[in-house]
């Protein structure tokens, strides 16, 4: 029986890269930029694990020493590449996410980026185990995805072959305790284009309703 990530990868990953190459998610990774300071981050390695079009790539090679992208889709490498040639401290490789791959090199960060909903519970456990194995000594995994109260599991809507998962903040509490969780932050997800146009995204949203359907989160952990 093929796993979920394996499935993704061989039908969904590229067409989810053409339906999603025009959203934009660089608030998540403008937060992150506000927790570090700028000389932390230019003796840094990091590497953003879905890449989607690459603007958080782009985006955190103005500030990185090194900055690499894993992705399930040939096309968001491919792409990747064209952003490549007017950097040098960009790389990236084609990988399914949900099993242990051989890294680039190791790193300091390494992002979670908004993907970690179409894995299983098992490839979830398999990604943050190869995170830590490409760590370096007091690393960072920041992770911003899909949120809810309870633990949802439902059949994609693009391939009734897959599933989604929305998760709660339990599952990854329980599911990163070798880590330190250092920040937390929730965000409205249908807000997105909204928060981009904030100056200070450490201004807590008191608007957020309390209905969890439209609940993203961002989280940085520390490696203990």
């Known amino acids: 029986m093929k796993k979920q990530g394996e499935i993704y990868v061989n039908n969904d990953a590229d067409k989810w890269f053409e339906r999603n190459k025009y959203s934009n998610h660089n608030c998540f990774t403008e937060y992150l930029t506000g927790i570090f300071p700028k000389s932390f981050l230019r003796s840094k390695t990091i590497a953003e694990f879905g890449v989607g079009r690459g603007n958080n790539i782009l985006f955190l090679s103005n500030y990185a020493q090194q900055i690499d992208g894993y992705d399930g889709s040939s096309k968001a490498i491919d792409n990747l590449k064209k952003i490549k040639e007017s950097r040098t401290n960009i790389d990236g490789i084609e990988v399914n996410l949900g099993e242990e791959f051989v890294g680039l090199r190791t790193y300091d960060i390494i992002i979670f980026g908004f993907f970690t909903y179409m894995l299983s519970n098992e490839e979830f456990k398999i990604l943050v185990e190869n995170s830590k194995r490409l760590l370096n000594r007091n690393g960072y995994i920041y992770v911003y995805d899909f949120l809810s109260e309870t633990m949802i599991e439902k059949v994609d809507s693009h391939n009734d072959k897959l599933k989604v998962f929305?998760?709660?903040?339990?599952?990854?509490?329980?599911?990163?305790?070798?880590?330190?969780?250092?920040?937390?932050?929730?965000?409205?997800?249908?807000?997105?284009?909204?928060?981009?146009?904030?100056?200070?995204?450490?201004?807590?949203?008191?608007s957020i309703e309390s209905d969890d359907y439209n609940w993203t989160f961002s989280s940085l952990f520390k490696l203990r």
């Open 166 to 206: 929305k998760r709660n903040i339990g599952f990854y509490l329980d599911e990163m305790k070798d880590f330190y969780l250092q920040d937390f932050k929730l965000w409205d997800n249908s807000k997105l284009n909204e928060y981009m146009s904030k100056d200070n995204q450490h201004t807590l949203d008191l």
